[in-house]
């Protein structure tokens, strides 16, 4: 399936741009070569040098203010049935590898969730206990303080059985131009990735770092919070978040990015 390329003002943007030299993905001694997967690699490869020192260090990265608040969470009851998280799951630590198998097919349920959805589900099902709302401190700090628990370990989310309809749903609104200036995900973000626009570096567009810190927010932020984002930059309609066309793209790039390390809570400008 083939993206179309960019037309009107984003042709006109692109042109004014700079492309870059691909990243060798076999280079020795190369120390980004953790964050390469193939011809894969996650936006901190491209991000800017000074974010990159803030994810690297724990102590500087502000969004372990929200897992620090996450992990009092952990512990504490809530909810009709009066019960914390640690009361079913023991110590977070227990959850090392879950996040990489995200978005799937509860066994329980039969619904397809993020890990999000899955904090939420658990708080309604087992806790008895209102859910998070979207992009709230509670459930960005909860999502991060989970995923932080498979750090370093590669994405590897399985799309077939139930999870394939997903999938395909997620792959073709990827490769769908919508909005007023007429572009697809796939124009920014395998097209022409790697390029500028206006003064933006165009990532891959991978998933692994999320939720994120990002500069722009001054706040940590989720995956479906920056698909709005770029919904709004091409001037098309901003679907709901957590919503089911979101959590289908979400599905798609995650597959895209097999391989790649998980690295929440990643810094972005």
């Known amino acids: 399936m083939g993206a179309k390329r960019f037309g009107g003002l984003a042709a006109t943007i692109l042109a004014m741009t700079l492309a870059v030299p691909a990243f060798a993905s076999d280079a020795k001694d190369d120390p980004l070569a953790a964050y390469r997967s193939g ?18 260090d724990d102590m500087m990265n502000p969004s372990f203010l929200w897992v620090d608040k996450a992990a009092e969470l952990w512990t504490t009851a809530d909810g009709t049935a009066g019960k914390s998280c640690a009361d079913c799951h023991g110590d977070v630590e227990s959850l090392k590898g879950a996040a990489t198998k995200y978005p799937t097919t509860d066994a329980a349920t039969g619904k397809f969730m993020n890990v999000e959805l899955k904090i939420n589900d658990c708080r309604e099902r087992q806790m008895g206990a209102a859910p998070f709302k979207f992009e709230s401190d509670e459930l960005l700090g909860m999502t991060t303080l989970v995923k932080l628990q498979s750090r370093g370990m590669p994405m590897n989310i399985d799309i077939t059985g139930p999870n394939e309809k997903w999938f395909k749903k997620g792959e073709e609104f ?34 692994n770092g999320f939720p994120t810190y990002r500069m722009k927010w001054q706040k940590l932020g989720s995956l479906h919070r920056r698909m709005r984002g770029c919904n709004d930059n091409i001037r098309a309609e901003k679907l709901k978040g957590l919503g089911e066309d979101y959590l289908a793209v979400e599905t798609y790039i995650s597959w895209r990015a097999s391989g790649l390390p998980v690295e929440t809570p990643s810094v972005r400008k």
């Open 39 to 56: 011809e894969m690699y996650s936006g901190y490869v491209t991000g800017d040098p000074s974010s990159r020192e803030i994810q690297d």
């Open 174 to 207: 990827y490769f769908t131009s919508r909005g007023q200036l007429d572009l697809a995900c796939a124009d920014c973000h395998i097209t022409n990735e790697g390029m500028y626009m206006r003064a933006e570096k165009l990532s891959q567009g991978q998933p």
